[in-house]
Structures are given as structure tokens and as C-alpha cells.
């Protein structure tokens, strides 16, 4: 019952390679052929290497999560699998050094801190649990994922959930994007009924504008001087929803709107400043000293650094934000010190389930065992096979309670592997060499055994 995952990401591998693999993993049936291939691997006697597989491809990173058969050894099949990995992606063997290879506990911890996105380019970025999400419902609709990756992602999925709510390491934001809309909450406490004038329609600013719909804003001009280009932006770049609380302006009127705009955000790209200490003086009169925000996220600077100084307006440069950024980063990396210690109690809790997965074979084995025998013995007295049958059902339950509680409790380390064995030699149980016809018995039931573990 061996996890294994191969992969690479933005720490192992160059953009180049990256963009190799995840172009052919770009559509799902592309993903799906390759799971196919994963799962056709045999040995030499024709038994599957792998049992389950879940593709997980984002922009910095593919990975490939399996849940190995007996047969796969990790010293022997773990490298003839990342071997063909290697060979599909690049054509030859000669990628392999650039895939990673985590197994069992190890494979555990990778994935719970992925989720946790404790393994991410920005740490704490929340985009990556989602597209783990989405890798594991096209398992599932697939049917490549089963009874144990279920349980190994929703692990993961729920590791995710205390950590974030456990911790701060998504609270602090570190994108440009993002800290410029914290900080117009943090001069004006709500963004409802604010209105918001952008000059200029670049990607920074779309991503902005983006972020204070978001948060309640309603009321967003956009002037470009090109109007065009701007009216272009908004087909191409927003939702029928957002376009609802969108309007195009001529460049040219946008002084106009400056007495009624509450946040102005500038990223023109021109080589001097849009706006003047000259131009807002009389823009901060009409508005009667209520606050202005203004967020320059130019290179080079769009508004002049003089404004600063005027009374009740907030000028904030792309400098001024990235300071914000660098000590929110160095925040989440504290944070993460927390959220590890989570990562690591749920890596224990699930290894512990895992290992408790080696006794189910002892537990039938010793059911069926108590079970004959009571069959035997009660054939004797009751003829009525639903009653037999239910008091059968019953001694079995009561009989094995705490033998069973035993066996689990054993299972959750080494030295209790005599304790199963003592246990196996008591009642000449042979769990290791079941028949086919136990073995079929076994995955039909197997759901209703584990849970005798629980």
C-alpha cells in the first residue's frame, strides 16, 4: 500500500522543462491517456504496478500521485515508473533527474504541504488548493482515484482548511494587486459606494479592478487614451457581472472626475506625471477635505511624490506597496513554521490509518475464523438460518471487540507487530496467503472492515 509521487516543479525544474510536461497534460484528455499508460504498467508477470492516480498540473508544477500495488517496490518499480515518465515527456530517460521522487510518509507530507500551499511560490497563495480540488473530481469522474487517495486527498483538503484557519498565512497580502486594495480598506474601513477611476488598462490594473469588485466596489471608471484599447480591455478581460459596474471615459474628461473619484489608481506607462501637486489642490477643496487615495503602480512614477503632502490624500508607489509585500512575505513565512506543525500531526494521523490498512487481512481472517466455528456449533441448535445468522453476527461482534481494538492499537507501531503475530499463531490465522475467493470477499467487504479499525 505504497504512496508514491513524481513530479517537478518551479524548485526542480526550469520554466523550459515545465512547459514541456504541462503542454502534454494540457487538455483532459491528454491527462487522461497518460493516466491510462500509468495504469497499463506491469512487471514481468503481468500484475499492475499502480492501483490509483490522480494528474495535478499547474502552472509551476506537475505532479503525479499513486497509490502503488505490492508488486511496485519503491526501490525497483518507483524508478521503472519515473523512468516512462521521463521517456513520455521528453522521449528518453535522460529527464529523469528533473522529476522528484517522494514515497509513503514522505509522499504524505509533499502533499499536505502543497495544499497547504506551504510548497507554493508565494506562500500561502490560495489558488493552488483549488486546483487540487479540481485534479481530484477529474480523478474521481474517471474513476482513477479510489477508496485509498480518497481518503489521502481529503486529508489533505482538511489539513488545508486548519491551517488556514488555524494561522495567518493568508492574511497578509502580497501581491501588487491585492495590497492595493487592502490598503484603500485600511483608509477607507469599506469600499461600498466608493468609486474608483483607473487611468491607464493594463494587466496590473485589471487584476485591481478585478479585486475591488470583489470587495463591494460598484463604481469603476476606466480612461485610457486610447478609448478603443480600453473599451477592448473590458470585452476581453471581464465577466458579463463585472462589466456591469464598468465605465469607458475619454482620457481627456478624467479630470473632471477627480472631485467624485474616492481611490484613483494610475498605471499609464507615460514618462511623465499624469498627475500634479497643481491638479489635485483644487480637487481636494471641492471634495471638501474628504479623503483621496491614489495608488501609483507606474515605472516609471505617474503621479508626483509633492502630493504626498497634501492634506487628507494617501499616495502610495509601487516602492511604497512593495515594502508592504516584502513584510507581509516575511509574516507568512513565520506563519508557516505554524502551519508545519499541523501538516505534521495530519501526516501522523493519516500514516497511522495507513498502517492500520496491513491488519484487515488478520481481522477477516479471524472473523471468518470465530464465525465457522459458531456456524458449526450453532447448526446444532437453531435451524432458522436469519436467526442463526444474527446471533452469529453478534457473539462474532462481541467476541472480537476487544482482540480487534488490539490489533489496531498494534498496528500503530513496530512492536506491536508480535502482539499480531502472538494473535495470528493463537488462532492459526494464515492472513498473508488468502485464497481468490478470499480475496474477492476481502474487496467487496473491505469498506465495512476498515471502519471495525476506526
Avoid at 130 to 154: D, I, P, V, W
Avoid at 440 to 450: F, L
Wanted: charged share 30%.
Amino acid at each position: 500500500m505504497d504512496i508514491l509521487i513524481i513530479g517537478l516543479n518551479h524548485k526542480s525544474a526550469e520554466i523550459g522543462n515545465r512547459e514541456t510536461v504541462s503542454k502534454k497534460l494540457l487538455t483532459i484528455e491528454l491527462r487522461q491517456d497518460f493516466t491510462n499508460k500509468l495504469l497499463d504498467m506491469k512487471d514481468e508477470n503481468g500484475r499492475p504496478f499502480i492501483k490509483e492516480v490522480v494528474v495535478l498540473t499547474t502552472c509551476n508544477r506537475s505532479e503525479f500521485i499513486m497509490h502503488l500495488s505490492s508488486q511496485a517496490s519503491y526501490g525497483k518499480g518507483g524508478h521503472i515508473i519515473k523512468s516512462l515518465i521521463a521517456k513520455h515527456f521528453f522521449g528518453d530517460a535522460a529527464g529523469e533527474n528533473i522529476f522528484y521522487m517522494h514515497l509513503n510518509e514522505d509522499a504524505v507530507r509533499h502533499l499536505f504541504s502543497v495544499a497547504s500551499s506551504l510548497d507554493s511560490m508565494i506562500i500561502g497563495e490560495p489558488q493552488i488548493l483549488g486546483q487540487m480540488k479540481e485534479a481530484y473530481n477529474e480523478a474521481c469522474k474517471f474513476k482513477t482515484s479510489g477508496r485509498f487517495l480518497n481518503k489521502l486527498f481529503h486529508k489533505a483538503f482538511n489539513c488545508a482548511k486548519t491551517v488556514r484557519t488555524e494561522t495567518g498565512i493568508a492574511t497578509s497580502p502580497v501581491s501588487v494587486s491585492y495590497a492595493a486594495v487592502e490598503l484603500s480598506k485600511k483608509v477607507f474601513n469599506s469600499l461600498d459606494e466608493k468609486k474608483v477611476l483607473l487611468l491607464g488598462a493594463g494587466e496590473m490594473g485589471k487584476l485591481t479592478v478585478k479585486h475591488f469588485i470583489k470587495y463591494g466596489v460598484r463604481n469603476i471608471y476606466i480612461a485610457n487614451r486610447t478609448k478603443e484599447n480600453a473599451l477592448r480591455f473590458i470585452e476581453e478581460s471581464f465577466s458579463s457581472t463585472e462589466k456591469e459596474y464598468l465605465n469607458v471615459i475619454d482620457f481627456s474628461e478624467y479630470y473632471k472626475l477627480l472631485p467624485q473619484s474616492d481611490i484613483v489608481l494610475c498605471s499609464t506607462g507615460s514618462e511623465d506625471y499624469v498627475l500634479k501637486y497643481v491638479d489635485i489642490i483644487p480637487v481636494i477643496k471641492i471634495r471638501k477635505q474628504r479623503p483621496l487615495f491614489l495608488i501609483d503602480i507606474s515605472m516609471p512614477r505617474n503621479i508626483d511624490p509633492e502630493i504626498n503632502k497634501i492634506p487628507n490624500v494617501y499616495l502610495f508607489d509601487i516602492d511604497d506597496i512593495g515594502k508592504m509585500i516584502e513584510d507581509n512575505i516575511e509574516i507568512r513565512k513565520q506563519e508557516a513554521d505554524a502551519a508545519k506543525e499541523f501538516v505534521e500531526t495530519a501526516v501522523k494521523e493519516f500514516m497511522n490509518w495507513k498502517e492500520s490498512l496491513n491488519v484487515v487481512p488478520v481481522i477477516i481472517s479471524l472473523r471468518n475464523k470465530v464465525k465457522d466455528i459458531l456456524e458449526i456449533e450453532l447448526s446444532k441448535y437453531i435451524g432458522d438460518k436469519k436467526e442463526k445468522d444474527l446471533i452469529i453476527n453478534s457473539l462474532t461482534n462481541k467476541i472480537l471487540h476487544e482482540p480487534t481494538m488490539l490489533i489496531k492499537k498494534a498496528s500503530a507501531n513496530s512492536e506491536g507487530i508480535s502482539s499480531i503475530e502472538t494473535i495470528k499463531a493463537l488462532f492459526n490465522l494464515d492472513s498473508e496467503d488468502l485464497t481468490d475467493t478470499d480475496k474477492g470477499k476481502e474487496n467487496e467487504n473491505v469498506s465495512k472492515y476498515i471502519k471495525l479499525i476506526k
